[in-house]
């Protein structure tokens, strides 16, 4: 009777997918360790710095919002993320620590009780617990900045930093 039993269409099915369905994790699993030997994970794993790991993984969900300041042009702010052209913030949608200026500046709050300037006639002012530090664009040939150090002797009180252009040629 045993035999009857076995030899219908329907236990060879069942007998079939019981195999199939230890088998096909089995070989999935052959494969994995041999992926993990062949290409040595476990000293991957040991050399590997989470530190690094760490930041990449916070670099998935956050990001950076770049404030730019064009001194080529009207000398214009721009807040984008990331610094990309087609994700910037309107005027009145940037985010609350960058507060607008009466003089078309805007002031940049930054952790620790610093903060960043940008005023209207090109002055960008740097301020932290400790000084206070301006930078000013002065037109002349060569377009320097001067970057006015608060703690200078009276010999020296500015350091001039020219600005590189591309000529077409």
């Known amino acids: 009777m045993m035999a009857i039993l076995d030899a219908h269409p329907a ?12 088998a096909v994790p089995a070989v999935v699993l052959a494969y994995l360790i041999y992926v993990a030997m062949a290409f040595d994970i476990a000293g991957l794993a040991g050399r590997a710095r989470w530190d690094n790991g760490a930041a990449l993984l916070q670099d998935f969900w956050s990001y ?8 080529r042009g009207d000398g214009g ?3 984008s993320v990331e610094g990309m052209r087609n994700a910037t913030f309107t005027a009145g949608n940037e985010p609350d620590w960058i507060k607008a200026r009466a003089d078309g500046g805007r002031e ?5 009780g610093n903060f960043v300037t ?10 932290t617990p400790e000084a206070s530090y301006d930078i000013r664009p002065v037109s002349t040939g060569s377009r320097p900045i001067f970057l006015t150090h608060p ?4 010999s020296r009180t500015s350091v001039s930093v020219p600005i590189c252009r591309r000529e077409r040629g």
């Open 11 to 22: 236990h060879r099915l069942i007998g079939r997918k019981r195999f199939f369905s230890l």
């Open 64 to 71: 950076k919002i770049h404030v730019t300041r064009d001194n």
């Open 77 to 79: 702010t721009e807040a």
């Open 108 to 112: 940049i709050a930054l952790s620790d």
């Open 118 to 127: 940008f005023s209207g006639d090109g002055l960008v002012t740097l301020t």
């Open 151 to 154: 703690r200078a002797s009276a």
